[in-house]
């Protein structure tokens, strides 16, 4: 089953057990998210991904330098491990994993979620690969794909119990778009998805076939 097919899955499940007023903010958020056209400004192919140093789930900082020395790289922005769908999307990559590195790219995945939670989140999915802590979605924001939880939609989040701020630490309700990219070994985009919707991800054979054009 493709990951397309796995998150409209449970995008039903869930719209079952939602109840209907938290349902209506939901759709009522996501929509003004999409209006907003944030997806529209994120980093596009052909354009050199900004360096960063983050976090591992050990606490050891990691560069898009670090990583970029042993060829390319694909980059997955997720919110965070209270997500389903973005479990869900961790461990389809997870199992894309031996291709990924067969194709001499390296994985990393970001959130801002603290590495104590980033930790819990890798264990909890089996991940091999890098997961890195991006606290307050500080280069999410500075690369133009981070945007603030409204207080309604916080609320929603306390009533299912998510608890950002366990999560993110005090105050931090800012989470990423999910996003995708690949790139080169010199920091140059071949591949960038960035969708407002977080039922929606890249999917991972589409990832692989940029990882082979790069190869050809």
């Given at each position: 089953m493709s990951l397309k097919e796995q998150l409209a899955e449970i995008k039903a499940q869930s719209g079952q057990r939602i109840?209907?007023?938290?349902?209506?903010?939901?759709?009522a958020e996501l929509e003004r998210l999409i209006e907003s056209g944030l997806a529209n400004r994120a980093p596009k192919a052909g354009e050199t991904l900004p360096a960063f140093t983050l976090p591992n789930q050990n606490g050891i900082p990691i560069s898009l330098e670090d990583i970029l020395k042993n060829g390319p790289a694909v980059?997955?922005?997720?919110?965070?491990?209270?997500?389903?769908?973005?479990?869900?999307?961790?461990?389809?990559?997870?199992?894309?994993?031996?291709?990924?590195?067969?194709?001499?790219?390296?994985?990393?995945?970001?959130?801002?979620?603290?590495?104590?939670?980033?930790?819990?989140t890798a264990e909890r999915n089996g991940l091999a690969f890098e997961v890195l802590s991006d606290p307050g979605s500080r280069y999410a924001r500075d690369i133009g794909i981070a945007f603030s939880l409204s207080d309604e939609l916080r609320a929603i989040y306390d009533k299912f119990g998510l608890e950002l701020e366990k999560h993110n630490g005090p105050g931090r309700f800012t989470l990423p778009l999910p996003a995708t990219f690949v790139v080169d070994s010199d920091g140059v985009i071949v591949y960038a998805f960035a969708d407002a919707d977080y039922t929606v991800r890249a999917e991972p054979a589409e990832v692989l076939d940029a990882l082979d054009k790069l190869g050809r």
């Open positions: 109840p209907e007023d938290a349902r209506k903010v939901m759709d980059i997955v922005f997720y919110r965070g491990g209270w997500c389903p769908y973005c479990n869900l999307e961790l461990r389809a990559y997870q199992e894309a994993l031996g291709e990924i590195k067969g194709r001499g790219a390296t994985l990393a995945a970001i959130s801002p979620e603290m590495p104590d939670s980033s930790i819990s």
